[in-house]
């Protein structure tokens, strides 16, 4: 049919609809949807039935179109052919929509046949009641519909013979036959081009010849093969592909030749015949799908069913069967659920029929007494047009997870005891007995590894396994299954010990596991019985061995702990009185012979040192030499000398590179001459402390132990930081020595360099400037007060404010021809010359170069001062040295100078103010008071007081 034809379907649901709008779009056919017949309209109808099929019929029969009527598969068809409707089709395995498809494409495709007289007949004259009559019988089989569809055509075409044939890879077998011809039996098969058949499947049309002999169609050969005379066949298709070929034959020509109309039943007989092939290969999908879906159903090893849409029990699984029985059909899965467990389960199934899946967990009780635990995962099941027939639920055992869960929630109770073992030991003892009592392995046996040994040493077993296995053997790293798993780091399953392995007296076929406890040991499991452990068991030991080798460290950690803290309070109480004592040497001392005499006799009692001794540089010599020793050992330090530079030996390095140095080997290359100083002094470590304050480095601390180790980490920080508080001490004692001495050296010397303060700001200002103090503040930083002549205020200011070293600049005073500045900086050279024990006098700068006078009390400290300043500003000259005598003052010196410098009224200004309590806080006495007890006014007072006050501050300061 080239052009679109149009059926109407009446009393359809929509996904029947849909079904049937996608066939006949196949066969250019649009269908239509009409609630009532009364509605309908279209080339054909078809009529879906629903309770009264027979009324439905009534009405479709009174209709002038031919109509269809779709049926279940009791319907009585004789009495609906009766009301008048052209064909019936049923709806279970002998109809179908296929089926309803054939019925409607006859309806509309009835073409007419001629008879032997030349007049035309209609389809009704043929016998088709008759074929859907043996097409829908339900008492036949398929092959006897078929044999039986044959059998009708050989009465109706006149011949003596029929066969249903199926053609693949170019063979023709015969499916079957009726009639007594010897060569058409079922099975025989035969090359396709030996067969009267090659023409009508190249042809692709029925062919029909009543008489071979008057025809070309079928050579002579071929004839002369078979002497068959008589020959219609037509293709048979099936699912729109070719099958093969139903044919009818004879071995006698047909007294006339096959008309239009046998033509046409042939192919009637045709379609039906291929129906009946669709539909058993349907059915026999349908069957393998099946069978394949019941035997994936019966493979799960869990229950699995379906229930109606009403929550009733349809379909099941043998595993169900097994756990509820056999008589359960129509019977609620409620009723196999311990009682407390139902409504759970019975909510679940109702919310997947409400298209909601979910899972809920719940106890079978089985037919045999006994509970299982299970958990049900319930899904809605649905049909094609999506709407919910049913819900699917599937149990999975939870027997062996909660077994694993009680184990693991024991394995965490024993974590919990491992992480409070007190040692290893302790930690293999709960081991073993945790594999006992939660993994059921009753022979067990942990080793520890001995790191001192280098062995695998049985710590701890079960009772069971000393009864059986006796005393355990030590192994060596590598050795046996034990040292290769310690060694490997990797577990090891043996599921049948051979002839000779593992332990003899589990004997042969034994099952043994090893689990390697991180880097503290092994614990092993073992049983008699061969392939013992599973899976989950080896996973139990794994998580025990992970929690004990965690634990082992813990407690390891633990011991290391707690002897580090015992070490640490015999190091601290030593350290203390060591400290406690070298500090009240240090404070007590007055001169620095005695504070390294003290300082090396403290060193040398205490533990474990053997010897101590202190070297001072002499930077004329570049030497350094032994200036104060003590010590038990006797290391002839006397006399001997370090060079300061250069020297490839501890105690010069210290001095050069100002870091610690420690000598455990004085046969190295690196012990320069202490193999032989050491001698046979019993000595074996030696560590040098180099004695810096600042910049200034005032030699080294040489400390000595008859043990090689005794020197270690934690003694180098104690030496290292009493290092820091003897140069403190020397620094201080250098310092305070200028101010007793009487024979100094003063120093001159400039610096040009721009790198100094002091020449930056004067070169940028061109102005002159000299030091008037410095000071030092509580967050370490220094201010200078510089007084400045010739500039601007705000020029010296704005520059001195974007000079790096400067962090912030106050003017103090600000006259006409002076002005007086304060300036914060980190570090400056008056800072490092008065730390270095030097006294500035005077400090001028002009035109971009500085002049220093300072006073020290030595001449090496004048030699050294002036090196560490010419090696920071390379421009540094000197321009003078002098030793000279400074005289002593004494105090009635200094009152004396002050007295004849006051006037009378400024002396008993400054008297009274003092006396009167006005310089208290609070003031016991005003200004006021004070002028009128001078019988003054009080500015005239004040003027007096501030006068004699200046003449102080200049004994003072200048």
Not at 152 to 167: D, K, M, N, P, W
């Amino acid at each position: 049919m080239s052009a679109t034809t149009q059926v109407c379907v009446v009393g359809a649901d929509e996904a029947l609809f849909e079904r049937l709008t996608t066939v006949f779009a196949e066969e250019n056919i649009d269908v239509q949807r009409a609630e009532t017949v009364d509605g309908a309209s279209g080339a054909c109808l078809v009529g879906v039935a629903g309770a009264d099929d027979t009324e439905l019929a009534a009405a479709l029969g009174n209709l002038s179109v031919p109509a269809v009527l779709y049926v279940d598969s009791a319907a009585d068809a004789a009495e609906l052919y009766e009301a008048g409707v052209t064909d019936v089709v049923r709806r279970d395995g002998t109809g179908g929509v296929v089926g309803l498809r054939h019925a409607v494409m006859q309806c509309l495709d009835p073409a007419p046949v001629t008879t032997d007289g030349g007049q035309q007949a209609q389809p009704a004259d043929f016998p088709l009641k008759e074929l859907h009559e043996i097409a829908t019988d339900r008492d036949l089989s398929r092959s006897a519909k078929i044999d039986a569809l044959l059998a009708a055509g050989v009465e109706q075409l006149g011949t003596s013979s029929a066969f249903l044939s199926r053609i693949t890879d170019d063979q023709q077998e015969i499916v079957t036959s009726v009639g007594d011809h010897p060569e058409l039996t079922p099975g025989k098969r035969t090359p396709l081009s030996e067969t009267y058949c090659q023409y009508t499947i190249a042809g692709e049309e029925t062919v029909a010849l009543g008489d071979v002999t008057e025809t070309e169609t079928i050579p002579d050969e071929r004839y002369e093969q078979w002497d068959l005379q008589c020959y219609l066949g037509a293709t048979v298709t099936v699912d729109n592909e070719q099958y093969g070929t139903i044919c009818f034959v004879d071995d006698t020509a047909r007294e006339s030749a096959f008309d239009e109309s046998d033509r046409h039943f042939a192919e009637v007989l045709t379609d039906w015949i291929g129906y009946l092939l669709e539909q058993q290969a349907y059915e026999e999908e349908l069957d393998q799908q099946r069978a394949f879906t019941e035997s994936l159903m019966d493979s799960l090893p869990d229950p699995l069913f379906a229930t109606d849409d009403n929550g009733r029990l349809v379909r099941w699984n043998e595993r169900f069967e097994e756990l509820a029985g056999s008589d359960i059909e129509g019977e609620r899965p409620a009723e196999f659920i311990v009682e407390e467990d139902r409504a759970a389960v019975t909510e679940a199934i109702e919310n997947a029929l409400d298209g909601v899946g979910s899972s809920v967990e719940a106890t079978m009780a089985v037919r045999d007494d006994q509970q299982y635990p299970y958990e049900f995962s319930n899904a809605p099941l649905r049909d094609d047009g999506g709407a919910v027939t049913g819900a699917a639920t599937v149990g999975r055992d939870m027997t062996e997870r909660q077994a694993a869960q009680e184990q693991l929630a024991g394995i965490l109770d024993t974590t919990r005891s491992l992480m409070q073992a007190r040692n290893r030991e302790h930690v293999a003892e709960i081991a073993v007995n945790a594999a006992k009592d939660l993994l059921g392995f009753d022979l067990s046996v942990f080793r520890l590894y001995d790191s001192d040994a280098g062995t695998l040493v049985p710590a701890a077993m079960t009772d069971e396994a000393a009864d059986v296995l006796g005393e355990r053997p030590v192994y060596n790293v590598g050795e046996g299954y034990p040292g290769e798993v310690f060694a490997s780091g990797e577990p090891r399953t043996i599921n049948s010990l051979g002839a000779g392995e593992g332990p003899p007296e589990l004997g042969a076929g034994a099952s043994v596991m090893y689990y390697p406890v991180g880097v503290h040991g092994t614990i092993s499991v073992s049983t008699i019985e061969a392939n013992a452990f599973d899976e989950r068991e080896e996973q139990m030991l794994a998580l025990l061995a992970t929690s004990a080798a965690a634990a082992c460290m813990r407690a390891k950690r633990e011991q290391d702990v707690r002897e580090a803290q015992e070490h640490t309070e015999r190091v601290l109480d030593r350290v203390n009185g060591l400290v406690q004592n070298t500090v009240e040497v240090l404070v007590q001392a007055q001169t620095r012979e005695e504070l390294e005499d003290g300082v090396v006799e403290q060193l040398a009692a205490a533990e474990p040192y053997a010897f101590a001794w202190i070297g001072q540089p002499d930077v004329a010599a570049e030497t350094l030499s032994p200036s104060a020793w003590s010590g038990s050992a006797a290391v002839p330090v006397r006399g001997r000398s370090f060079p300061l530079a250069g020297g490839n030996e501890p105690v010069s390095r210290a001095y050069t590179e100002q870091e610690p140095q420690i000598l455990t080997d004085f046969e190295s290359v690196d012990a320069g001459p202490w193999a032989e100083i050491a001698g046979n002094s019993g000595v074996s470590s030696l560590i040098a402390i180099p004695l810096v304050y600042k910049d200034a480095n005032y030699g080294v601390l040489t400390v000595l132990a008859e043990e090689p180790d005794a020197l270690d980490e934690r003694e180098r920080i104690v030496l290292e930081s009493l290092g820091r508080v003897i140069a403190n001490a020397i620094n201080a004692i250098e310092r305070g020595r200028i101010l007793d001495a009487t024979e100094i050296i003063e120093l001159e010397f400039s610096i040009s360099d721009q790198e100094l303060l002091f020449s930056r700001l004067s070169g940028a200002t061109d102005c002159v400037l000299e030091s008037a103090g410095t000071d030092y503040s509580s967050d370490g930083s220094i201010r200078l007060y510089l007084t400045a002549r010739g500039v601007e205020v705000d020029e010296l200011v704005a520059i001195a404010e974007e000079d790096v070293a400067v962090q912030s600049v106050t003017c103090i005073v600000d006259h006409e021809e002076e002005c007086l500045l304060e300036l914060t900086v980190e570090d400056s050279l008056l800072a490092l010359l008065t730390e270095y024990g030097a006294v500035p006098r005077e400090v001028t700068a002009e035109h971009g170069t500085a002049r220093f006078i300072v006073e020290l009390p030595y001449e090496a400290e004048a030699r050294d001062l002036f090196e560490l300043v010419e090696n920071q500003y390379p421009s540094t000259e000197l321009l003078g040295y002098h030793e000279r005598e400074r005289p002593v003052e004494t105090r009635q010196e200094f009152r004396a100078a002050l007295s004849d410098r006051f006037t009378d009224r400024q002396e008993t200004s400054l008297r009274t103010a003092y006396l009167g309590g006005f310089f208290d806080w609070p003031r016991e006495v005003d200004g006021n008071e004070l002028a009128e007890a001078m019988d003054i006014s009080r500015p005239t007072y004040h003027q007096h007081l501030r006068s004699a006050q200046k003449k102080v501050f200049e004994e003072l300061f200048d």
